[in-house]
């Protein structure tokens, strides 16, 4: 955790810019705040959790602590084969005082990305991967998805979560 909050300091904060985790997700690439990452890591073993969504596969345990699992891929794409391919890295993120790890296929690195780049969505994409991505913007002239953590988990999956600890 440290280690990424020491990046982000060394990131120069240009006029009114983001600092954000990079992340790929298939032939997305993606973003969060660097302000909900706590750390990235291998993907620890997931124990299975019944009577969740697909993109929720289960539980891992990171430092000591129990914690939901989002694939990005299933969550993203409700189409893709997500079992193909094992995810490369585990992001684990912050949203309000609970933790969550985010399946993803790579982490690319901190950049800092300009609000005036980033614009809302298209009315066509705004009802997308149920309100996950908040705004577009462009990174090395890819289009660039920006995460909005607070919607990555469903409350529901947290109570799922408290069914299995009763």
Request: net charge negative.
């Amino acid at each position: 955790m440290e280690a990424v909050a020491r990046t982000a300091e060394a990131i120069p904060n240009a006029g009114n810019s983001i600092a954000c985790l990079v992340f790929r997700v298939r032939t997305r690439l993606c973003a969060l705040p660097l302000g909900n990452v706590v750390e990235t890591m291998r993907p620890p073993p997931i124990e299975a959790l019944p009577r969740t969504p697909p993109f929720a596969p289960g539980l891992t345990t990171i430092r000591g602590m129990q914690i939901p699992v989002v694939d990005a891929r299933r969550l993203l794409s409700a189409n893709d084969n997500s079992d193909e391919i094992e995810p490369g890295r585990l992001i684990s993120v912050r949203l309000g005082q609970r933790l969550v790890g985010l399946l993803v296929d790579s982490v690319i690195g901190i950049r800092s990305i300009q609000e005036c780049s980033l614009r809302t969505l298209p009315p066509l994409l705004q009802d997308a991967a149920n309100d996950v991505i908040s705004t577009i913007g462009s990174l090395d002239a890819e289009l660039l998805l920006i995460l909005n953590g607070a919607r990555l988990t469903p409350d529901d999956v947290f109570a799922r979560i408290e069914e299995t600890r009763l």
